[in-house]
């Protein structure tokens, strides 16, 4: 079979981490489509084929060859007991840059202030296997439910849940209480270990791996170019947190020199007065789809 019409199968998640997901995918260059009637999206590359799973299934997809390379949390992988490669540990969710946490939660006027006053409880939790895994290694004999979603409203039908949260907002606002956290997780990209065997899947694995840790490493980040009197030169430059150093170029007036960087998006609003109180001028701010060290 020719390299023209190979395929690699990736599995992308559906549900709260997909839209995250293709626009991660965007930013490192794939254009990927999602039908609302169909669970095999479209993607602009022809060598790879595109499905999609909930991640809470997708490692045993992978382990089982039905997927090439996808993407979970370590949460799901260990959950799973999935025997896998991994390719990358990429740090995005839902809604932020941050890992998830799995935390022990109890209504907020519950009694119970830590794990070990729940001896003999009924907890429930979609992440079953994690959860008594946590009780037994602690000693704490406890009935663990299976929850399929909606573990916030159940809160107060048990004596306490297991549950996902990135900034605990949601479980504030259900008046519920964080005793514990069970696990932190981040998602990872994972491969089958007998597709990674195969030298142009590898080639192909190692390619996408690149581009979306490029992605993550210019999400939050923007580049500055600005024109500098040579004389405020060392003033400027010295204002500027550089990943090694700027860039500094000569212009057609010998008096300036061109300075471009790049810098946290958060850093940009306090540096640019600054900047334009050194000297700087003409001085352009843009996104950065990817940085590749």
Known sequence: MSDEIRQLTLGIPSGSLQASTLELFARAGYNIRVSSRSYSPSIDDESIKVVMFRAQEMSRYVEDGVVDVGLTGADWV?????????????????????????????PAESKVTKPEELDGAIVATELVDCTRKYFEDKGIKVKVEF?????????????????????????????LRIIDTILVSTTRLIANKEAIKDDWKRTKMENITLLLRGALAGREKVGLKMNVPRSSLEAVVALLPAEKSPTVSALADDNFVAVEVVLEEKAERELIPQLKKAGASGIISYPLNKIIP
């Open 78 to 106: 260990l959950e799973n007991g999935s025997d896998v490669e991994e390719l990358a540990e990429l740090v995005y969710s839902k809604t932020t840059c941050k890992p998830a946490r799995w935390v022990l939660v109890v």
């Open 147 to 175: 929850s399929w979603g909606a573990t916030e409203v159940k809160a107060r039908l048990v004596d306490a849940i297991v549950d996902i949260t990135e900034t605990g907002s949601s479980l504030a606002a259900n008046n």
